[in-house]
């Protein structure tokens, strides 16, 4: 299990960067490539993606509590980019490829629901129905 994976790298972080005119084409151009060749040479299969669905606001508004001096220069306007990035590949499948099974669990709630939403949805994403186990 990880937070992110390259496949959230290439098409959210690096298609933002692009889009926003902040990475020159070439550069996108080579990236993309790069992560053409990594999918068809090594496994970077995924069992499954459980996308914490918040809104840009909510997101902001924890970026202020947590106060970590590298987040307080993140404006709004990106956590919104982001956000419609998330949803247009995987809500509406309209960016990328999905390949596997998408959980989207509503997360604009505080710690103790979050906690419920997690144990209402363990089975689920502790064992992906995808899972393929190599023992």
Known sequence: MMERSIHSAKHIFVENL???GKMPEVDY???SEWFDWIQKNTDV???LIVYLQTSPKVCYERLKIRCREEEKVIPL???EAIH???EEWLIKRALFEVSCPVLVIGADHDMQ???EKYEENRD???N???RQDHL
């Open 18 to 20: 692009y889009r926003s």
């Open 29 to 31: 151009a080579v990236l």
């Open 45 to 47: 299969s995924v069992d």
């Open 77 to 79: 306007e990106y956590l």
């Open 84 to 86: 419609e990035l998330y």
């Open 113 to 115: 629901k979050m906690i």
């Open 124 to 126: 689920q994403i502790l």
């Open 128 to 130: 992906p129905p995808n």
